[in-house]
């Protein structure tokens, strides 16, 4: 089993910024990408950031130039620092990692894609 534990969510007022951390544990070989989510109420659940393991990222264009992605390979942890936040982005943030829970699926290229339990942000004045 893996777990994804996120934590760094609250109240900010528009223009703050809050930094969003994910860390994984449990049964974990190595993981490929992650990603961080979030679900507006009344809306679907949307992407917003992915970073590979080398690094890369990529972000919804309606983050881009405010929110960064980045990750520790060796903690397993990803964070999302949000910068300029708008009360658009109000929302459950999720993150994801895709897993590789033992060595012989890390040899058959077969992973899982486990989930953390959201944290709430909110942008208001």
């Known amino acids: 089993q893996v777990q994804l534990v996120e934590s760094g969510g609250g109240l900010v007022q528009p223009g703050g910024s809050l930094r969003l951390s994910c860390a994984a544990s449990g049964s974990i070989v190595s993981i490929n990408a992650m990603g961080w989510y979030r679900q507006a109420p009344g809306k679907q659940r949307e992407l917003v950031a992915t970073i590979t393991t080398g690094g890369r990222t990529n972000y919804v264009d309606s983050v881009k130039g405010r929110f960064t992605s980045s990750r520790d390979n060796a903690k397993n942890t990803v964070h999302l620092q949000m910068n300029s936040l708008k009360p658009e982005d109000t929302a459950v943030y999720y993150c994801?990692?895709?897993?590789?829970?033992?060595?012989?699926?890390?040899?058959?290229?077969?992973?899982?894609?486990?989930w953390g339990q959201g944290t709430q942000v909110t942008v208001s004045s």
């Open positions: 994801n990692a895709d897993v590789f829970s033992t060595p012989r699926q890390a040899g058959l290229g077969y992973s899982s894609v486990y």
